[in-house]
Structures are given as C-alpha cells and as structure tokens.
C-alpha cells in the first residue's frame, strides 16, 4: 500500500526574497517612513503556523485538512531570534507589537516570550504595547499566566453566539460559552479593554450581528465587526458575501443607536461607534468598503522569520535568513529601514471585485493569513 504523503500547502511563495543591507549603514534607530509617508509603528508577530480551529475564512478545512503538515519546529523563528527582531524594530520606532498565529495560545511556553518582549525598553520610554490575538479556545486557562508575564490586552475573535452558526464559521467542534468564559476570565486578570473580533459572511454568520450586539452591550468589551476579505488564496472570496459596515452599523443603529466616535490613535484600523446611551462601543473594520490603507503602519513577521509589509502581499522577504547567517543588528535594521522606505502597499485601496484573479504576477499567490496573522 502506497505510503500516505503529507499534504504540502503552499503558504507562501518558496522564492524567498533575501532582504538586501544597504553598503552604508545608518544609525540603526529613529523613525522609519515608507514611501508613502507611512511610519514603521506596529509589528504583528506570528508565533505558530498551527490552529486547532478551521475558520472558513483563514484556514478551510477542506484545504487544510488532516493531512495539512505544519513547518517543522526548527524553522520556526525561537524566542531568543523573536525579541532580537523586535529590538531592532522598536529601535526604529515600532511602540506596539501583536502575537498572532494560527493560534499563538497553542505555542509552548509563550509566557516566556511574552515576559522577553516586556522586557523591552522602547526610546521614548513608554511601555511596549503587547497584545495578543486569540480564538479564545485556551484563554480560560492561560490567561493568569498571560499577564503576569506582561502582556497588557487580548484580543479574542468570535462569530457567532449560536453554537451551530459559530460552528459552521469555524469548523470545530469547540463551545461559545467556553470562548465567552476565557473572555471574562480575561478581564478579570486585567488583559483589556478587550475587543471582540467578529468576521461577517454573507449567508452564514450575518443573522448573528444583532444578537452579538445586544449581547456585548453594556459590558466593557469592544465588539468589532469585520468584513469578510479576500486574504490569502483558499478562502474562494466573494465581494457578493461581504456585508459592508454601512449596513451593519445601519442594521444596528436602527434598534440600538450608534454615534460614530473619533479613532484613539492614526492608523487604528477599526472605526469606533458609541451607543448613543452611553451603554458601550462597536467598532467597525471595513478594510473592503472603507479601505484605511493610507494610515496602515502595520509589519508583519512570519513564523518562520518572513517579513511582510501588507496582509494582502505576494512576496515576503527573508529575515530569518540574515539572523541565521550572524548578521548584526545594525546591519539587519539597515536593511528592514531600506525594506521599509520602498513600502508602496495599498491593496485595499485598489481592490475591486476582479482584484482576485488578474493584478498578481503569474506564479504568485497571496501569502495565507494562517502564516502571517490576521
Ligand atoms: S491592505 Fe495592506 S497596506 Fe492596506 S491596510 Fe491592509 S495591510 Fe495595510
């Protein structure tokens, strides 16, 4: 009987690019601008490649399925490489930085990490702002340990209410009041505000926005609404099953009325809503009818140490490679602030329902969210 062969998933593109050093090395600190005025200001760090959900947006398990084979261990960026990047990184301004995945929760001993990033100094002296963005499947029990390591906020994604409906989203057999109690616990040890991400298909999870509404509602946490993106090259987007957040809002407002509230900082990617009861906040991230590209000051690492400069790249650039080959720092922040000034990324800005198939180079394909993070 034939040997059963793993399943290769192509997460990204093989050709990896190596990341050129600019001859003359600058000072390896100070604000970074890319070519489109846009400073170097958050990283989103993706600490595992593995989930143990299959949202149908991210990771359909008709793709990545049982015989899906995760990298190997040892091409995965360890801690001691993550909190160098993310030195050189703060060095050149970065002041927040975000765990993702996969599901970083799954990532053994991540409370190390965690602890070596806060340790962090950044130059203005300001904290680092850590967070961290989970499906909420493991945060019950871990989130004790979360913070004391030093993570400041979570961020959970969740669905649906309804335990069919939340089901079908994500593929797993995997109960709402579990992520509703890793939520609360959450806050009870002080990782908020926490927000509360909810990706919204057409024909799927749309019936369930106003019970979130009214469920998150009154209570501290952000319920953000997301719409649905053509991220990665599995997922079989359709613009025709994304809700835009005009009529989310719209649909919302007309039970419980909203008030539209100004952005606590440049480049927040969600657009904040107040109930006008004063009874909470909504936010709404509306990167396909309302694109934010012009603010976006967002980089993104993989797990295996591939820098990219949008969520919606075809090509990464190999950090890991001038780690591994004994390069200093100043040479490795010479050549991300070189990566970092020719960064032209406006995707959302430009998509359009055939942006799918036609603007990108024959032979490439969007890197998978699962790599990089959402
Ligand atoms: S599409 Fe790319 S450039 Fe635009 S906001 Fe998203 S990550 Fe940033």
Known sequence: ?????????????????????????????????????????????SVTDRCNFRCVYCMPKEVFDKDYAYLPHNSLLSFEEITRVASIFIAHGVEKIRLTGGEPLLRKDLERLIGMLAALPTPSGRPLDLTLTTNGSLLARKARALKDAGLNRVTVSL?????????????????????????????????????VNMVVKAGMNDAQILPMARYFKDTPYILRFIEYMDVGASNGWNMAEVIPSAEVVAKISAEMPLVAIDPNYTGETASRWRYADGSGEVGMISSVTQSFCKDCSRARLSTEGQLYTC????????????????????????????????????????????????????????????????
């Open 1 to 45: 009987m034939a040997e059963k062969s793993e399943k290769i998933i192509l997460l990204h593109q093989e050709r990896k690019n190596a990341m050129a050093v600019p001859g003359l090395l600058e000072a390896p600190s100070g604000r970074v601008d890319d070519a489109l005025g846009r400073p170097l200001h958050d990283l989103r760090i």
């Open 311 to 374: 969520l919606f790249a075809t090509r990464g650039h190999d950090l890991r490679g001038l780690l591994r080959d004994g390069r200093s720092d100043a040479e490795i922040a010479g050549a991300v602030a070189h990566l970092w000034r020719q960064r032209a990324d406006r995707y959302s800005d430009t998509r359009t329902q055939n942006t799918n198939t036609s603007d990108i180079e024959p032979g490439l394909k969007r890197v998978e969210m699962s790599y990089i993070g959402g």
């Open 159 to 195: 669905d649906a209410l309804d335990d069919a409906i939340f089901k079908r989203m994500n593929d797993v057999d995997f109960a709402v009041a579990d992520v509703l109690r890793g939520i609360d616990v959450a806050h009870e040890v002080g990782l908020g505000p926490i927000k």
